[in-house]
């Protein structure tokens, strides 16, 4: 009876010891499956951040420049509005890129061609007369309207708007006046002015924030460490680009393009060890912690012939 007792007593611990080194290994597989888990989707939500802020990104920055067949440079535009939009191109026509202007990154503000055109149905009687545009056109009380015959072309603020009929009147503008009286199948476009800086979010981690016109910053991509910008300027002579890091001090002259170099992080630590990641200045960097990180660029080249002339 003692003999059968020890027996089934030893075979008793050695069933509960397998069961804990099974329910130990179940654990760690569990374990490391939340983890591998966690990575990938660490790993698909940052490369969607990086597509997302690419998608926007050159959205905003394809209409750089954009003046429909109006052929002069933006000297010759007749800027009569009081809005964002005319106070950027007042003192510069070109992308303004701020350098460190948060952590080591860059800001940018531009004019950019977001929406479609409307056409004018009927000729202006006089300069000061509406614009009446055909039915169906999505522009809205204060949008900064660019018009042109392809000879003449003014920036202007819509006053109101009742009926389809445009109105400019001097309360938004500097002058009521429009340089020409514009005929029927002239074109008009709004036209928007966009930033994008890089500051700390609700989560207190940075993240890509956009703005439009004179409304308030909103965080557009979070989790973004950095933001460069590069201006890409043709040397005439030898006809190559070169890149340069934004600044207030450049001859923009030569501009053609532009490159953005973002690095995106994963919001949390999902690596069991710090990564090597690029950074923007193309080195290889061991991360402070143990988020996943994510090095992306964008270039976009300038289609209108706003900067470079021949």
Not at 65 to 73: A, D, L, N, R
Not at 260 to 270: D, G, K, T
Request: hydrophobic share 40%.
């Amino acid at each position: 009876m003692k003999y059968q007792a020890g027996v089934s007593l030893v075979q008793l611990l050695i069933s509960t010891m397998l069961g804990l080194l099974l329910s130990t290994a179940l654990l760690n597989m569990l374990y490391a499956t939340i983890l591998s888990n966690q990575l990938k989707l660490a790993i698909e939500t940052v490369q969607e951040n990086s597509a997302l802020a690419g998608y926007f990104l050159r959205r905003d920055l394809n209409g750089i420049g954009f003046k429909s067949c109006f052929e002069q440079p933006l000297s010759h535009l007749n800027i009569l509005s009081k809005g964002s939009v005319a106070g950027l191109l007042n003192s510069s026509a070109y992308p303004q890129g701020i350098k460190n202007q948060y952590k080591q990154s860059d800001a940018i503000s531009f004019i950019t061609a977001l929406d479609a055109p409307a056409e004018l149905i009927n000729d202006m009687a006089t300069v000061h007369a509406s614009v009446d545009l055909a039915a169906k056109t999505k522009l809205k009380e204060g949008q900064e309207i660019l018009i042109t015959d392809c000879e003449s072309a003014d920036l202007f603020k819509v006053s109101s708007i009742w009926n389809y009929r445009l109105t400019h009147d001097a309360i938004d503008n500097v002058d009521a006046n429009l340089s020409v009286s514009y005929a029927r199948g002239s074109l008009v476009y709004p036209l928007t002015r966009i930033s994008y800086k890089l500051a700390k979010g609700v989560s207190g981690r940075t993240g890509l924030y956009r703005k439009v016109n004179s409304s308030r910053y909103q965080e557009l991509i979070p989790n973004v460490q950095q933001m460069r910008i590069f201006y890409g300027l043709r040397n005439k002579l030898e006809r190559k680009v070169t890149y340069q890091r934004a600044n207030a001090a450049l001859d923009l002259s030569s501009l053609v393009s532009l490159r953005i170099e973002l690095v995106l992080m994963s919001a949390r630590a999902v690596l069991r060890h710090k990564m090597y990641y690029q950074n923007t200045v193309g080195e290889k960097i061991q991360a402070s912690d143990k988020r996943f990180y994510k090095y992306h660029q964008l270039i976009i080249a300038l289609r209108n012939s706003l900067y470079v002339q021949g």
